[in-house]
């Protein structure tokens, strides 16, 4: 199979992904501070269509990634397995919320995807994939501690909205620093991904397959 070069396009997801989790949950944050549970409850219902969409696109993409097997060596393995899950998360929180389901079922997929992700970050750079070692290991360690992350944040919503239904005052409490620690993940890794993508786009361009 000939190499489809869409390394560059897979790489500018990421902090779309970024982008949408930390709008999504500080946005949710501030205006719960202002107006209690409607406001998340809002948050997330906005994010339904964005993380369908990129849910969708993302999950294709390493679907044929994954049959096609178009990276060489061992990079399609490396690259296409953890895509593949983070598509699959996506559209189970776009879905879950729609639905009005629990979002912590998501969560706990999340966090055990965090951990595979770091696993293969640590056996990438072990093994010397890649050209930058340092900023592969960067990027699947900052996105694996925002799925672990992502476990407890999903408990907390839901915490959050059991106590709203219950005609009780809703509260954060000492839930805001597992929220800080995760939008710091998040971002971190959404400028990894894309400080990563803008260095590929110019190799990618110049030598095309």
Do not use: C
């Not at 072990?126 to 360690?141: H, I, W």
Request: aromatic fraction near 12%; glycine fraction near 10%; avoid cysteine.
């Amino acid at each position: 199979m000939a190499f489809i070069d869409d390394l560059a396009l897979m790489l500018f997801t990421l902090p779309l992904v970024s982008v949408l989790i930390a709008y999504t949950t500080i946005q949710a944050y501030l205006g719960f501070k202002k107006e209690g549970y409607s406001a998340i409850k809002r948050s997330l219902d906005d994010s339904i269509i964005p993380a369908g969409v990129l849910g969708v696109v993302i999950t294709v993409m390493a679907l044929w990634g994954e049959f096609t097997w178009t990276l060489p060596g061992s990079y399609n393995i490396l690259f296409y397995d953890v895509y593949l899950l983070m598509g699959v998360i996506i559209l189970s929180y776009s879905i879950a919320v729609y639905m009005e389901k629990r979002l912590q079922t998501t969560g706990i997929f999340a966090l055990f995807v965090g951990l595979i992700t770091i696993y293969y970050g640590v056996v990438g750079y072990r093994l010397g994939l890649t050209s930058e070692p340092l900023a592969l290991l960067g990027l699947y360690v900052a996105y694996g501690i925002a799925g672990i992350l992502g476990y407890p944040v999903t408990v907390a919503l839901d915490r959050l909205r059991s106590q709203a239904v219950g005609n009780k005052d809703p509260s954060i409490g000492a839930w805001i620093v597992v929220f800080v620690l995760f939008w710091l993940a998040v971002i971190v890794a959404g400028i990894l991904g894309a400080v990563i993508g803008i260095e590929t786009i110019p190799a990618h361009l110049a030598h095309a397959p």
